[in-house]
């Protein structure tokens, strides 16, 4: 799509009405991606979310001495 051509993007009043235009809009009638470049975001961090994790005493402490000998956290192992 030329850029002469493309549909000219809506001033949103709330994130919500932006984010439902979005959902049902085709991008690609509003931006030119032939023009788009690969960016990196290096101080962006992943979503984390807590979980319980039920184990067995003896896994438990076979997990920390593994951890231990490793020199690393045992939460870390665990995610490992």
Partial sequence: ??????????KFKTEAEERDFWANADSSDYIDWSKARRVLLP??????RTISLR???LMFEELKLIANKRDV????????
């Avoid at 799509?1 to 809506?10: D, E, F, H, L, V």
């Avoid at 045992?74 to 995610?79: P, R, T, V």
């Fill in 1 to 10: 799509m030329r850029i002469n051509t493309m549909k000219k993007i809506p």
């Fill in 43 to 48: 101080n962006v961090k992943p979503s984390l």
């Fill in 73 to 80: 956290p045992y939460q870390s192992l665990i995610k490992i």
């Fill in 55 to 57: 184990l067995p005493e």
